[in-house]
Structures are given as structure tokens and as C-alpha cells.
């Protein structure tokens, strides 16, 4: 099955810093959504960017389909950002129409 | 809109114990997918379900299965259970059967002593 490696599986940054999370991933694929995952499990849907560029405030993501890797910027992080982010792709090639196989995660910490 | 809403919040199970968790969809979705997150790990596919058909299954035992109804909601149960199906299970809502965003809900939180 298709494999998705993210990095990096950790990261502390002092607020008003700017990050970029790497997802990259190992087939073509017709799915590709950033989440959120708070701490009480709700996973938040940032983007869905099979390829392109999206933004949304001070979020934003790229996606080079071609190279198979994407790409989410943070920019001047704010401690409500603390989480684990998650990259998350799917393809239908194999007939499971909408299973996403999910990274492992980059575990994100905000601090003062 | 309500978003995907999960019931129940958590659950305490037995081992061989028997569990059923439900989910409504997003009003107008007709995809509901099943995931399961063991601690420390991203979430694993279990089912998906389009239009009240079966349209993947994830490499899990047939102690778990999986239904929709007319309405579009879904319930998913887990027979026999055993201490490893600890875990939060998450379902996901979509409009079309693929290709398409999916929107997460809350969560059941399962323990099995």
C-alpha cells in the first residue's frame, strides 16, 4: 500500500515563530488533507490539496503532486496551534474509494 | 450545519464484550468512512460505506462490522472485543465516494478491560 512519511515528529517553537511540516508520499494519489488533531482527538480539516497552493489566514499548504510531496507553512505560530498535525492521502486505484492513509504525525508545541 | 456528530463520547467495555458505536453524516453526505487511532499513532481505515454499499474494508478482523442506514448514518460494531480495540474510533463524512473532503468527527473513546 501507498506509504506516507512525515517530518518532522517533533517540534518546539517559541510564539511568532514560522514552521514548515513536510508530508511526502509513495504512489499517485487523488487525496491529500492537512488536519489538526487537538488534544481532546478532534481532528480539524485545514486543507484538501491533491496539488496546488491554497492559504487560509496564517496557514498555508503546497502540494507537488508530480514530485509526490506536500508542504504545510505555519506562520507566526500562536500557542493554540500546539497539536499534532497530520497528512493524510488517498487514492481510488485500488477500489477503496475514500480510505486516506495517515502519517505518522508531526507533534507540534507552541510556547510563550 | 451540525458537523458529523458521534455517540457515544466513551465507552468502557469488558473483554468479549460486544460494542456498537453510531455516526451521523454532514446533512447531504452520502459517505461515511470508520477509523480507528490506538494512542501515539495516526488513524487506521476500517470501512467505508457509500449509498448504503460497502465500498472498502481496511485489514481488520471480521469481528468488526459495519452498516448504513437509509438516512445516511452508520453504526459500527465490534464483536468479541479484546483489550488491543482500545481505542478512539473516528468517523469521517464526504459528499462523493471519493476523491473528496472528508470531515471528521469527535470521536468515541473505547476502553476494554
Known amino acids: 500500500g501507498i506509504q506516507v512519511e512525515q517530518s518532522p515528529p517533533d517540534l518546539i517553537l517559541q510564539e511568532g515563530a514560522n514552521s514548515t511540516l513536510r508530508c511526502n508520499f509513495s504512489d499517485s494519489v487523488n487525496n491529500l488533507q492537512w488536519f489538526h488533531q487537538n488534544p481532546w482527538g478532534q481532528l480539524i480539516n485545514l486543507f484538501y490539496?491533491?496539488?496546488g497552493t491554497k492559504q487560509n489566514g496564517r496557514l498555508s499548504a503546497t502540494t507537488v503532486a508530480t514530485e509526490r510531496y506536500s508542504l504545510l507553512y505555519i506562520s507566526s505560530s500562536q500557542t493554540t496551534d500546539s497539536g499534532v498535525y497530520f497528512c493524510a492521502v488517498g487514492t481510488s486505484r485500488t477500489g477503496t474509494a475514500s480510505k486516506l492513509t495517515f502519517g505518522t504525525g508531526t507533534r507540534l508545541q507552541v510556547t510563550l | 450545519d451540525a458537523g458529523v456528530t458521534q455517540s457515544p463520547t466513551h465507552l468502557i467495555k469488558t473483554r468479549g464484550q460486544h460494542v456498537t458505536l453510531r455516526c451521523s453524516p454532514i446533512?447531504?453526505?452520502?459517505?461515511v468512512s470508520w477509523y480507528q487511532q490506538v494512542l501515539g499513532q495516526g488513524p487506521q481505515f476500517i470501512f467505508q460505506?457509500?449509498?448504503?454499499?460497502?465500498?472498502g474494508r481496511g485489514n481488520f478482523p471480521d469481528r468488526f462490522s459495519a452498516r448504513q442506514f437509509p438516512n445516511y448514518s452508520s453504526e459500527l460494531n465490534v464483536n468479541a472485543l479484546l483489550l488491543g480495540d482500545s481505542a478512539l474510533y473516528l468517523c469521517?463524512?464526504?459528499?462523493?465516494?471519493?476523491?473528496?473532503?472528508?470531515?471528521f468527527g469527535p470521536g468515541t473513546r473505547l476502553t476494554v478491560l
Open positions: 490539496i491533491p496539488s
Open positions: 460505506y457509500y449509498e448504503k454499499e460497502e465500498r
Open positions: 446533512s447531504g453526505h452520502k459517505s
Open positions: 469521517a463524512s464526504s459528499r462523493l465516494a471519493g476523491g473528496d473532503t472528508q470531515y
